[in-house]
């Protein structure tokens, strides 16, 4: 399999602006004065420019956080070249996705369509990603239960390692008449709920830096109430990019998906491969950046009504950390090849894909060692 190189354009600062000026996007970032509030920011405010030229074929997708100009003639170089442009608000939410005409295999998608429309299938499909998620969730406690001096924690992490492995359990014990009855898929998103909330609730002793700022009560979105939320959620939001890339590359409907339900503008598909990635990629990382220090509270900040968002600077350490974590390398024990932490999400939309037409018997998750 030839590889695959995900050169992804960030844009994070208010009032940048993206041109065209023949095949090179011309990005015009604005320098603002150090004691200018965020909410202040505009072009006209600023007191310098910094310029930079990309060859469109530098990249395949463009990212742009809150308010970013990008002109018709740029977005169309896009188009042209297959570049994605996603348009995200400042804290991370999806709100657009802009592509041209998709040249993907329609045969590939009326089998995706078919599946999506067999209940049973659907159910084996949900219970194949769910069992991954909570594999990789049990073995980051685990690993924090192997690493903690602390007998209390460490007796804390066992009880909730051994609880995800007898749902693991229960899950295989799920026989071809289970997946078909009435209500199977409901009965999976319970148990994939159960699941979340074992490993939440133990969330904070995977810390041992820094526990006090970064303390998780419970899981809050749209927008985030404290600061670790605001960190998963921003990383979700960058491993959800990359999912949908990866099925829009195999030629599958990111909006058409099996374990999360289908709703207006949501890319199920890129919420149900996300699945597995989150404990081991995005709450991986959350976990070591705040452990190093590599974000502290100053890199958040309090808005009215009690939202916390990232500061333009933790924002872009964040990306950073996020980019230089695809980078490493991994072992996919079912292809047994060495390969980018950035090509999984391709290899498994790809494996996806496979099943789909029939080519192989299950859906496997990827479950690192």
């Known amino acids: 399999m030839s590889e695959i190189i995900q050169n992804t354009l960030y844009l994070t600062t208010t009032g940048t602006f993206v041109n065209r000026d023949h095949l090179t996007l011309q990005v015009e970032v604005p320098v603002y004065a150090e004691d200018l509030p965020p909410e202040q920011r505009s072009r006209d405010k600023a007191t310098d420019w910094r310029k930079v030229a990309i060859p469109i074929h530098h990249l395949e997708s463009l990212c742009a956080f809150g308010q970013i100009v990008v002109t018709p003639p740029a977005l169309d170089l896009c188009w042209e070249h297959g570049v994605a442009v996603h348009f995200l608000s400042e804290w991370g939410y999806l709100q657009a996705r802009m592509t041209g005409v998709a040249d993907t295999s329609v045969t590939l998608r009326r089998a995706q369509f078919r599946v999506a429309d067999d209940p049973a ?3 084996a499909i949900a219970r194949a990603i ?11 406690i685990l690993r924090a ?15 909730t390692a051994e609880s995800l492995a007898r749902q693991i ?9 289970d997946l078909a009855a009435p209500k199977s898929l409901d009965a999976l998103r319970g148990a994939e709920g159960m699941g979340a909330q074992s490993y ?14 970064f303390a998780f009560a419970t899981r809050s979105r749209r927008p985030p109430r404290d600061r670790i939320n605001c960190l998963l959620s921003f990383l979700y939001a960058l491993v959800r990019h990359d999912c949908l890339a990866a099925l829009t590359c195999a030629g599958l409907d990111p909006f058409v998906g099996f374990l999360h339900a289908e709703r207006p503008n949501r890319p199920a598909l890129a919420l149900d491969l996300m ?9 991986r990382l959350a976990v070591t950046l705040v452990n190093r220090h590599q974000v502290g509270p100053e890199d958040f900040k309090l808005r009215e009504g ?10 872009k350490r964040v990306i950073t950390a996020y980019q230089e974590r695809k980078r490493e390398n991994l072992n ?8 980018r932490i950035g090509q999984l999400p391709f290899i498994q939309a790809r494996i996806l894909a496979r099943y789909l037409r029939g080519d192989i018997k299950d859906y496997v998750p990827f479950i690192p060692k």
């Open 275 to 283: 699945e597995e990635f989150r404990p081991w990629l995005a709450d």
């Open 145 to 159: 239960a192997r690493e903690t001096e602390l007998p209390e924690e460490r007796s804390q992490l066992d009880t």
């Open 121 to 123: 299938r659907c159910a």
């Open 130 to 140: 769910i069992a991954g998620k909570l594999q990789n969730s049990r073995n980051s």
């Open 306 to 315: 009690g939202a916390v968002e990232f500061t333009e600077t933790g924002r």
């Open 332 to 339: 996919h024990p079912l292809l047994d090849q060495n390969l």
């Open 169 to 177: 359990q229960e899950l295989g014990r799920w026989t071809p008449e």
């Open 200 to 213: 939440f609730a133990v969330f904070t002793l995977l810390l041992k830096q820094q526990r006090d700022p």
